[in-house]
């Protein structure tokens, strides 16, 4: 039997701030309490106000504590943000031993090499992921522990973030009267829970789109690649709606998740919808094809804009993704935007609802709850206390986790 574990995630979202309780026995997770409340602090994925941050969060956890009923020992929380960048770094390092094979000592020495980049004072790393390992400048490995050589050379990825924006986070989860957080980026969080291990493998593109960002990662040949976020989401297509139909930003928000598309091309010619008169004014009739050319070009530019980033900033050429994209996070339930990623991506695409848990209510499957279950997923890959959650992990991470383990210790 594996020992029971019980962890908490926060989400602080521009929408919403969720936090989630889940029991972690014998490899499953069972989500058991969950609390969301609306988030009147955050910007862009940043936190604005402190102290309306600070009460969203204990409304959330509150309500999670409460349905949960059992108290929790680990708590993740989500950094969220266009802060959050990647930086590609190399370390290399003699092995003179002659024939005594590669430790996990020489390992870390090439990954502390490799972090000891210049990163400017405002800013902290926040993650980072070995990527593959040349041994004696030929062979290539994702785990070279054991082989035999005199040179070992490693790629990583370092992702870091704005220094003040967590520190904004902290301040929230302290003033919330929690303690002992582990921060993790959104857009990794998200990857937990949408990617399968067959995507990982073959290439695959997630974009989380949320109300006011947009996180991608890539994952390619077993490792994740790139980690960015673009400052935009479906806010912005529910404000077009608000200026388009001269309506309240709740009527634009309810039209848009009741009658929203994201391809002109998918709805019928002739549908009418009523819109409602603001402050007692008549109803108006509109075509649908009108309201859904609102709501089609936002649609196409967010996409757009994660295209382009991905070309600018990731080393993993477009070809290279041979599974496709993923699209999640709450505006991933707009009708037709997968089929609209797959014209801008050229990618068989898939709407990637939260995976690899279970628990109360259907709500934890909307792809909106991405972020909070990879939390907990990610909680349970790297840090797994049990046995049994830690046989869940992919090869590679249960020795770069002892890496880890023995780079703290020094
Ligand atoms: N059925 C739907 N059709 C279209 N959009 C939807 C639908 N359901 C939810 N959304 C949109 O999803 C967005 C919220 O997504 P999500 O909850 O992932 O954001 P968030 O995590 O709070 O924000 P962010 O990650 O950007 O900080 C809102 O813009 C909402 O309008
Ligand atoms: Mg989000």
Redesign the pocket.
Known sequence: MGKKDIIAAI?I????VVALIAIVEDGGINIVGIGQHP?NG?SK?QIINIDKTTNDIQEAMNSATLMAGVKFTRLYVGI?GGHIETITSKGMVAIQRGNIPITKEDVGRVIEQAKAIAIPTDREISHIIPQEFKVNEEIETNDPIGMTGIRLEGNIKIITSSSYSVQNIKRCIEKAHLKNAIYVV?PIASAYATFDENEKKMGAIML?I????T?IVIYEKGNLRYVGVVEI???F??KDIVYGLNTTRENA?NF??NY?CARLDMVDDNEIIEVPGVSGRAPRKISKQEFIQIIEPRTREILELAYAKIIKESDVPIDRIGAGLILT???A??PGISELGEDIFNLRGRIGNPMGVSGIGENIYD??FS?SVGLIKYAVTEEGTSESSRGMSRPQEGWIKKIFDWLKDI
């Open positions: 989400d979202g521009s929408s919403k988030s955050v994925g969220g959104n989380d949320g109300a006011e960002t996180s989401g479906g806010e297509i529910t928000e848009k998740i929203g996070g709450g505006t339930n707009l792809p909106a972020t």
